[in-house]
């Protein structure tokens, strides 16, 4: 099964920056989605910035031309660079990937995994 590990989150006042990162492990074959979503208190999940089919880029209006999602290949790793933060950006973040695992005996199947999730803090 693939299994996510994310870092990066932590306090930060207005105006600042935090990376976050997401590493992958597991015997993955492709990915169709990659993508970060946060859940504030209160509100429900949205996606923030996703990476679909390896090329095209997503942002949510809220985080257009401050946030930038990016994906390293060779470490399995995805990274969300959060600039210009605003304390509505607090929330915990969660990373999210979805394509085929090899699973055993030339055999290939699905996966839908999920970070432990990452609270950031943005303080006024």
């Known amino acids: 099964q693939v299994q996510l590990v994310e870092s990066g989150g932590g306090l930060v006042q207005a105006g600042g920056s935090l990376r976050l990162s997401c590493a992958a492990s597991?015997?993955?074959?492709?990915?169709?989605?990659t993508g970060w979503h946060r859940q504030a208190p209160g509100k429900q999940r949205e996606v923030v910035a996703s990476?679909?089919?390896?090329?095209?880029?997503n942002y949510a209006d809220s985080v257009k031309g401050r946030f930038t999602i990016s994906r390293d290949n060779a470490k399995n790793t995805v990274y969300l660079q959060m600039n210009s933060l605003k304390p509505e950006d607090t929330a915990v973040y969660y990373c999210?990937?979805?394509?085929?695992?090899?699973?055993?005996?030339?055999?290939?199947?699905?996966?839908?995994?999920w970070g432990q999730g990452t609270q950031v803090t943005v303080s006024s």
């Open positions: 999210n990937i979805n394509g085929i695992e090899y699973s055993g005996s030339s055999n290939y199947r699905t996966f839908d995994s």
């Open positions: 597991g015997s993955i074959f492709s990915i169709s989605f």
């Open positions: 990476i679909t089919s390896g090329v095209s880029t």
